[in-house]
Each structure stands twice: as C-alpha cells, then as structure tokens.
C-alpha cells in the first residue's frame, strides 16, 4: 500500500484503536477490582478490601481528640470481610488478616481506656481464629525529632523513616521552602525525559479548604495545614494510544520524589487522592485553574512537624510476598 494511503488508514483507525484500548482497561478494572465485584470477593479482593477498611480504623485513631465509636459502619464491614477469610480457609498468617484482627483489638483497648463499652465488638472479635500474635495494629507515635534527625542519614534510613503525616505544628512553612523541594523533584526520571508534570502549590487557607472538601480523604484531619500541592500531568506531551496510562506513572513518580524532597526539607507531608469523580475533577479544575488538558494525578497536603506525632502503623507486604522470580 501507498505510504500516504497507510499514514491516512492509520489515522482513521486510531480513534477506533483508542476506544478499543479503553474497553480493555474497563475490563481489567471491571471484572477485578473489589467494587464491582463486591458479591463475588476473589481472596485478592478480600485482601484489599480488608486493609482499606482496617487503614481507615488506624487513621481515626491518631486524631488528637478522638470520637469514640467512630467508624461504626467499616468495623462492622471489617469483621464481615474477616469472616469470610477464616470461613474460606485462607491462610490466618496473611498479614493482612492478621493486621486487620490487631486493628479491631487496638481500636477495643483504646476504648476501653476511655471507658467507652465495646464489649458487643470484642465478643465478635473474640471469635476470629489468630494466626500470628504479635503482629501490630492501629498507630505509633514519634517525637519530631526521629524525622529531623533522619534527613541526614543514608537513604535506607531516610526512606524507612518518611510517613504520611496528616496533622502538623503551628510553624509556618513558607511558598520558597516548597519551592526548593519541587526544585529537587524535577530530577524525577520520565518517560523521554518528557517532564509533564506541572504542580498548584495552593497558599490560600480559603481555597486549600474549598479543595480538600472536594477531595474528600482527609476528613477531620489536617489541623495547620499550610499548603496543599496539586501535582497534575499533561496529555499533551503524550503521543500513541499506548502512551494513554502515561500521565499518572511519571506523575505518580514525581510525586514520590517530591514526597521524599518535602520530607528532606523538613516539611510534613501527606499524599492525598484525587479519585474524583468527573464532575467534581471538573469543579477542582475551575477552581484551581488546571489547563483541561492536564489530568489531576494527587494532592499533597504539607505543614510542619508538630512536636509529637501520630501515625497509623500501615503494616507493609514484605518482599516474599510481592516478589516472583523468573528464571
Ligand atoms: C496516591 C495516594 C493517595 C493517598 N490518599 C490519601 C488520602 O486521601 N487520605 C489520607 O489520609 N492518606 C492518603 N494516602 C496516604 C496513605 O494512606 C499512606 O501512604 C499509606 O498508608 C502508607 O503510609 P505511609 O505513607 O505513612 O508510609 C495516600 C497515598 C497515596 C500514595
């Protein structure tokens, strides 16, 4: 065929490639991820599920003034989705499991502490089989000075000390402090060295407000939050449709460099989602003046160390669980 007649196929049927490349992405979320299949939980669903309801537990734990009974509705989605586990015959020394078992104990002995009855909770926990004792839930707590002190150690330190930290001191933290940290950021690796990410480091308490309420993930929390950034990535440095996912990986890379700059530069941080919903992508995008052709890819709410601090224990998959060999 002519090159001119391929080179003009070729533009008629990418269109059609596009949508095709999408539908196979609604598939693979479709037919996998844990919403859609809340009726039919595969072990990996439960596993997901289990942790992201546990996650929430550990994170209403380290409000400084705590709402007892908090999270009535996930504690009892909890103990559904544990059940199921044992029920099914999966292995009881999963981390996951385990974690989830040892959240639902912290959040009971926190409330006892405070005098709060749970004992219709701790009957039903009482029953789930244990398969490893000493595994930790619910949060830990640091003085400010373990992540001051961290910045100036080797990197296998550094990293083992940065944690999300959702509420921070009444230090300012100033427009140029964020700036040097983007600065350090840049060097971040991308596909071609194509650099599309762009941030809104957002100053105005008026607007951080108005954004994180269309956020939605750090409800309650947040206490002196100085800036929220907003990382974003451009379609308009992506050319195929195989490059169509491209955005949010060197997006999400960036936001990792930037996470660890932040933390060196001795400003709390925390990676915040921006799984909206298109109405209200929209309505931040307005609001913040984001170029349509950019996609939202997280916000990272910053402050400073407050002196001491809490955070949830986020227990981690060690590398045997997540690592395959091929040989
Ligand atoms: C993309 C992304 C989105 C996140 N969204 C939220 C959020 O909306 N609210 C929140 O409190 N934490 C959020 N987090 C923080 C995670 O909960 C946290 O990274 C995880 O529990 C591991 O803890 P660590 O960061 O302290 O190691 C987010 C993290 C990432 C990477």
Known sequence: MDKNIKQ????????????????????????????????????????????????????????????????????????????????NNYQLDDKRYATGVAVLKRYIEMHEENNFDVSSLKEEVGKLPIGIENILGGYEEKE???????????????????????????????????????????????????????????????????????????????????????????????????????????GGIFSMNLLYSLTYKNIAACALNANMNTKNIKKMKDLIGINKSEDIIMFISCGSYPEKIKYPISNRDSSHDIMSIIR
Request: hydrophobic residues 35%.
């Open 8 to 87: 003009k196929v070729k533009k008629i049927v990418a269109p059609v490639r596009l949508l095709g490349s999408y539908l196979y992405d609604l598939k693979n979320f479709r037919d996998y991820s844990f919403e859609f299949n809340s009726n039919n939980l595969s072990k990996d669903n439960l596993r997901a599920e289990i942790t992201f309801q546990y996650h929430a537990l550990e994170k209403g734990m380290c409000h400084n003034r705590i709402r007892l009974g908090y999270g009535l509705e996930r504690r009892k989605r909890l103990l559904y989705l544990l059940r199921k586990w044992s029920d």
């Open 144 to 250: 400010k000075e373990y992540f001051i002190n961290a910045r100036n150690k080797n990197f296998e330190q550094f990293s083992k000390s940065r944690r999300s930290i959702r509420d921070y001191g009444e230090d300012d933290v100033t427009v140029n402090e964020i700036e040097e940290a983007i600065e350090l950021s840049t060097l971040y690796p991308s596909v071609c060295n194509r650099q599309a990410v762009r941030t809104y480091v957002i100053m105005s308490k008026e607007k951080m407000m108005e954004c994180l309420k269309l956020q939605n993930g750090i409800q309650g929390m947040a206490q002196n939050i100085r800036s929220v950034i907003v990382v974003t990535s451009d379609n308009s440095y992506f050319g195929n449709l195989n490059e169509r996912n491209q955005n949010f990986i060197d």
